[in-house]
Nanobody
Framework: QVQLVESGGGLVQPGGSLRLSCAASRSISSSYVWKWYRQAPGKEREFVGV???????TTLADSVKGRFIISKDNANTLSLQMNSLKVEDTAVYYCNLLYGTAEYWGQGTQVTVSS
């Protein structure tokens, strides 16, 4: 069993930056696919980006490509660096972990981009 806790959300002006973290309750060092999703009010949850253990690669959604960066900071933390934030980035951000055969979700952290 793995617990995921997101942090780093908040209120930021358009053009600003935030760094989200997803901390796992144990070391996640192999056989994982670790993702970020977001859900804006009244909308479906959407994929933001993924980091794969198999080759260390990351993929970002077109809507955030060039502005967001996914990194694995240490054995139990995945981060999402968000730059050049836009009003339309406002959402609750969730991390999702596929680890072995199990899937885990965090509780989410609110990001609000507003002037």
């Amino acid at each position: 069993q793995v617990q995921l806790v997101e942090s780093g959300g908040g209120l930021v002006q358009p053009g600003g930056s935030l760094r989200l973290s997803c901390a796992a309750s144990r070391s996640i060092s192999s056989s994982y696919v670790w993702k970020w999703y977001r859900q804006a009010p009244g909308k479906e949850r959407e994929f933001v980006g993924v980091r794969r253990w198999s080759d260390g690669s990351t993929t970002l959604a077109d809507s955030v490509k060039g502005r967001f960066i996914i990194s694995k900071d240490n054995a139990n933390t995945l981060s999402l660096q968000m730059n050049s934030l836009k009003v339309e980035d406002t959402a609750v951000y969730y991390c999702n972990l596929l680890y072995g055969t199990a899937e885990y979700w965090g509780q989410g952290t609110q990001v609000t981009v507003s002037s």
